[in-house]
């Protein structure tokens, strides 16, 4: 089944991929102002990620992380400084930066087939049984083939966020954007899926943002780790992952990494 | 137990409560504690139902009720989803009608019948204008509610993956609320056929109502207490066809219990 799908490849049936994104910061904040209370959620914070490029921001929890993600979505503007993709502002949400939330976030009135199908409406060119196709050819990399008319909540939770995978790289966005997708998988799902993301991320070479708190998974997928600062957000450290791909969860070197990362979070949370 | 034995069983029981209610009715009606002109058995009224179907004037009226409620009831459940979803997409137009609404849903059907033969006079516009107040409000709020209980992440997860703003009302808003908009129209239904029969009790010349309404002026209690039963099943059997298998797909889709067993 694996083969067939190797074989199948991202030839044909698949959107043309679209040279993966640049994405930059500079100096931005995010504050949120209610009557009572003033909350500096954010920064500055300036960021350069080049094109193809993976970067796990990891950070103590509420220090900001899924409020950076949310304002590169374009879900919400920063209240300071300018986020740009490819050199151009980013005005709101787009189909370029495609978000793959902490939950799988499926949409219950359509079937698996139907949420894969649905990012692809906005490629008008193409006829719906070109869209079926390709929404099966990626169903194909997660290895759900088989599960294509399913409703939602027939799925376990690591097939859900298999779906979303399958959702989100369908439309070939220029950037993912993950927000701790595999948080709340139990270890030995989690694990299967940081080697078919890895797999994924070597054929489709996007630019990938990921968010997590968990050290292990950050030096296991990450080019380049950024360790965020406690509430407001900020970069405190930075750390270049120069091992081999594709890497093992408990590769021994990614294990010395981890422990580096794990030291510069605790240092923060001391410090805090 | 298998479902269908399940089923089966309720059925029966059903059946069984059924029959003894008729039994008990008669016997009470045979004790003639009251004049049979004003309590009626529940033979006299089932001949009487039989004298009114034989002598054509119950089929049309049958017609001519459900044909109003099948217009006036578009009407309302097009309205109904269309304020439903302004009021479940702006908070200013939710803030103004939610509550002028809810005021509006204590009135009793019957209430909306003086102004409206007082607007519209003695037409079947009337009678639509009647069905259209008493439903419509339930099914927006209905919609209003399902669409405030969407999960923001599920609209965020439309917008990443490049719904235009139009496209997120029919494909994603709509049928996410879609559970709670099912309920609203049952509900609306409902109200609809109260609004329809309290119309013609007053206003009309055919119709459930206005049987009823000849019923009365006849001092025929069995064509009265009949012309209800006839309501009433043809209210459950519409219920039915029209929405049970609606419900039963969108409960299976959205993997909700399936509802609780209801004979």
């Given at each position: 089944m694996m083969n067939s799908a190797r074989r199948a490849g991202p030839g044909a049936n698949a959107v043309p991929a679209a040279a993966p994104a640049r994405i930059s910061l500079s100096r931005v904040t995010k504050t949120y102002v209610t009557s009572r209370a003033r909350l500096d959620a954010l920064g500055p914070l300036s960021l350069e990620v080049a094109e193809g490029e993976f970067v796990v921001l990891a950070g103590p929890s509420g220090c900001g992380k899924t409020t950076l993600l949310n304002?590169?979505?374009?879900?919400?503007?920063?209240?300071?400084?300018?986020?740009?993709?490819?050199?151009?502002?980013?005005?709101?949400?787009?189909?370029?930066?495609?978000?793959?939330?902490?939950?799988?976030?499926?949409?219950?009135?359509?079937?698996?087939?139907?949420?894969?199908?649905?990012?692809?409406?906005?490629?008008?060119?193409?006829?719906?049984?070109?869209?079926?196709?390709?929404?099966?050819?990626?169903?194909?990399?997660?290895?759900?083939?088989?599960?294509?008319?399913?409703?939602?909540?027939?799925?376990?939770?690591?097939?859900?966020?298999?779906?979303?995978?399958?959702?989100?790289?369908?439309?070939?966005?220029?950037?993912?954007?993950?927000?701790?997708?595999?948080?709340?998988?139990?270890?030995?799902?989690?694990?299967?899926?940081?080697?078919?993301?890895?797999?994924?991320?070597?054929?489709?070479?996007?630019?990938v943002l990921f968010v997590t708190h968990n050290t292990r998974e950050a030096a296991c997928l990450a080019d380049r780790v950024l360790v965020l600062t406690a509430r407001p957000a900020r970069i405190k450290h930075v750390v270049e992952v120069g091992l081999p791909r594709p890497r093992d969860f408990y590769d021994a070197r990614v294990s010395v990494l981890a422990g580096q990362i794990l030291a510069e979070l605790r240092s923060e949370i001391a410090e805090e | 137990m298998s479902e269908t034995k399940q089923t089966l069983r309720s059925t029966a029981v059903l059946a069984a409560f059924l029959v003894a209610v008729l039994l008990l009715w008669q016997v009470v009606s045979s004790l003639a504690l009251l004049p049979s002109y004003a309590f009626p058995s529940p033979a006299h009224v089932g001949s009487r139902l039989v004298e009114l179907a034989a002598d054509g004037s119950l089929w049309p009226s049958v017609k001519a009720s459900l044909v109003r409620m099948a217009l006036g009831f578009s009407i309302s459940a097009a309205l109904g989803l269309l304020v439903g979803l302004a009021m479940g997409t702006s908070g200013v137009v939710n803030t103004c009608l939610r509550s002028v609404f809810l005021g509006l849903q204590t009135l009793p059907s019957a209430a909306w019948v003086p102004i409206s033969l007082l607007v519209f006079g003695l037409s079947d516009t009337a009678i639509y204008f009647v069905i259209v107040m008493s439903s419509t409000a339930a099914m927006a709020i209905a919609t209003a509610d399902g669409i405030s209980h969407i999960p923001p992440v599920l609209l965020r997860a439309a917008q990443t993956l490049g719904a235009t703003r139009r496209s997120m009302s029919?494909?994603?808003?709509?049928?996410?609320?879609?559970?709670?908009?099912?309920?609203?129209?049952?509900?609306?239904?409902?109200?609809?056929?109260?609004?329809?029969?309290?119309?013609?009790?007053?206003?009309?010349?055919?119709?459930?109502?206005?049987?009823?309404?000849?019923?009365?002026?006849?001092?025929?209690?069995?064509?009265?207490?009949?012309?209800?039963?006839?309501?009433?099943?043809?209210?459950?059997?519409?219920?039915?066809?029209?929405?049970?298998?609606?419900?039963?797909?969108?409960?299976?889709?959205?993997?909700?219990?399936?509802?609780?067993?209801?004979?």
């Amino acid at each position: 089944m694996m083969n067939s799908a190797r074989r199948a490849g991202p030839g044909a049936n698949a959107v043309p991929a679209a040279a993966p994104a640049r994405i930059s910061l500079s100096r931005v904040t995010k504050t949120y102002v209610t009557s009572r209370a003033r909350l500096d959620a954010l920064g500055p914070l300036s960021l350069e990620v080049a094109e193809g490029e993976f970067v796990v921001l990891a950070g103590p929890s509420g220090c900001g992380k899924t409020t950076l993600l949310n304002l590169i979505a374009g879900f919400e503007p920063p209240s300071e400084g300018e986020i740009r993709v490819d050199g151009r502002p980013v005005a709101g949400p787009g189909p370029d930066r495609v978000m793959i939330f902490q939950e799988p976030a499926l949409f219950p009135w359509l079937n698996v087939l139907d949420n894969v199908i649905f990012g692809l409406r906005q490629h008008t060119h193409l006829s719906p049984a070109e869209r079926r196709a390709i929404a099966e050819h990626y169903l194909e990399l997660v290895h759900l083939e088989g599960f294509a008319r399913a409703f939602v909540h027939e799925l376990s939770g690591g097939m859900k966020q298999r779906v979303a995978l399958a959702r989100a790289l369908a439309p070939e966005p220029r950037a993912l954007l993950c927000d701790e997708p595999f948080g709340s998988l139990d270890a030995l799902t989690r694990e299967r899926l940081y080697a078919e993301f890895q797999e994924l991320h070597a054929r489709t070479r996007k630019t990938v943002l990921f968010v997590t708190h968990n050290t292990r998974e950050a030096a296991c997928l990450a080019d380049r780790v950024l360790v965020l600062t406690a509430r407001p957000a900020r970069i405190k450290h930075v750390v270049e992952v120069g091992l081999p791909r594709p890497r093992d969860f408990y590769d021994a070197r990614v294990s010395v990494l981890a422990g580096q990362i794990l030291a510069e979070l605790r240092s923060e949370i001391a410090e805090e | 137990m298998s479902e269908t034995k399940q089923t089966l069983r309720s059925t029966a029981v059903l059946a069984a409560f059924l029959v003894a209610v008729l039994l008990l009715w008669q016997v009470v009606s045979s004790l003639a504690l009251l004049p049979s002109y004003a309590f009626p058995s529940p033979a006299h009224v089932g001949s009487r139902l039989v004298e009114l179907a034989a002598d054509g004037s119950l089929w049309p009226s049958v017609k001519a009720s459900l044909v109003r409620m099948a217009l006036g009831f578009s009407i309302s459940a097009a309205l109904g989803l269309l304020v439903g979803l302004a009021m479940g997409t702006s908070g200013v137009v939710n803030t103004c009608l939610r509550s002028v609404f809810l005021g509006l849903q204590t009135l009793p059907s019957a209430a909306w019948v003086p102004i409206s033969l007082l607007v519209f006079g003695l037409s079947d516009t009337a009678i639509y204008f009647v069905i259209v107040m008493s439903s419509t409000a339930a099914m927006a709020i209905a919609t209003a509610d399902g669409i405030s209980h969407i999960p923001p992440v599920l609209l965020r997860a439309a917008q990443t993956l490049g719904a235009t703003r139009r496209s997120m009302s029919t494909r994603v808003v709509l049928p996410a609320a879609l559970p709670s908009i099912v309920t609203g129209i049952k509900l609306g239904w409902t109200l609809g056929w109260h609004g329809v029969v309290s119309a013609e009790l007053i206003k009309s010349s055919v119709g459930l109502g206005f049987l009823l309404h000849a019923g009365r002026e006849l001092n025929d209690a069995a064509q009265v207490i009949g012309v209800m039963l006839v309501t009433v099943f043809i209210g459950l059997i519409l219920d039915r066809l029209l929405f049970a298998a609606v419900e039963k797909k969108v409960r299976s889709r959205w993997g909700f219990a399936p509802a609780a067993a209801r004979a």
